[in-house]
Every structure is written in structure tokens, then in C-alpha cells.
Nanobody
Framework: QVQLVESGGGLVQPGGSLRLSCAAS????????AGWYRQVPGKQRDMVAR???????NYADSVKGRFTISRDNAKNTVYLQMDNLKPDDTAVYYC??????????????WGQGTQVTVSS
């Protein structure tokens, strides 16, 4: 079964750092493109960062200069390095990816989400 498994969330003080990981597992060939989104209760899910197959990135204005998305193709894993965290970054973070399957079609998947809480 194909799935995205996130890890790395937790509680951190303002100004601290966390690194989220998103590992794709199952019968897949590779990650085509991927992104991180976040959601707080009662609000829509918003894009935080995305990375293309070629490695091009884009970020939400609120995280530019503080967050970095990257990928390890050999491990089929995407990361989100979050530095200088602020209380407003508190949310459930979700990984989203277009995965190339073994029969070479592309399907979109979501991870289960990981909680990030920034508080003193």
C-alpha cells in the first residue's frame, strides 16, 4: 500500500527549530513533486512550501527565509527545515506528493499530518 509517513513534529519554543520528514513507501518508483501544507482548526489548509521534480522551490510569504524544503530522491523522502519558529507557525503540517507508481502513472497522496506547536 502506498503511503506518505510524516515525522518530526512536536513542541518547540519561539525561535527554535524543527525538521519534518515525509517518507513515501509502498510500490512507488519515485516522488515527482511534493509540498508541505498546514492547517489550524476552523481554517483552510494552506500551502507552506513546494518542490518540483527538478528541485525548484516556492514558499508562502510568511515562511520565506525561515523554512527550507528539500528532497532526497534515493530515500524517496521530502524534508521541511523550520527555523526561527513563531507561535503563528503552530498547526498540523501535512505532506502532499505526486508519486510515480511502478506502472509509471502519477497519483497524488496526502500524509496523516504531524502537529507542530510553538509556545513558551
Amino acid at each position: 500500500q502506498v503511503q506518505l509517513v510524516e515525522s518530526g513534529g512536536g513542541l518547540v519554543q519561539p525561535g527554535g527549530s524543527l525538521r519534518l520528514s515525509c517518507a513515501a513507501s509502498g510500490s512507488i518508483f519515485s516522488i515527482y513533486a511534493a509540498g508541505w501544507y498546514r492547517q489550524v482548526p476552523g481554517k483552510q489548509r494552506d500551502m507552506v512550501a513546494r518542490i518540483t521534480r527538478a528541485g525548484s522551490t516556492n514558499y508562502a510569504d510568511s515562511v520565506k527565509g525561515r523554512f527550507t524544503i528539500s528532497r532526497d530522491n534515493a530515500k524517496n523522502t521530502v524534508y521541511l527545515q523550520m527555523d526561527n519558529l513563531k507561535p503563528d507557525d503552530t498547526a498540523v503540517y501535512y505532506c502532499n506528493a505526486d508519486l510515480v507508481t511502478m506502472i509509471k502513472d502519477i497519483r497524488n497522496y496526502w500524509g496523516q499530518g504531524t502537529q507542530v506547536t510553538v509556545s513558551s
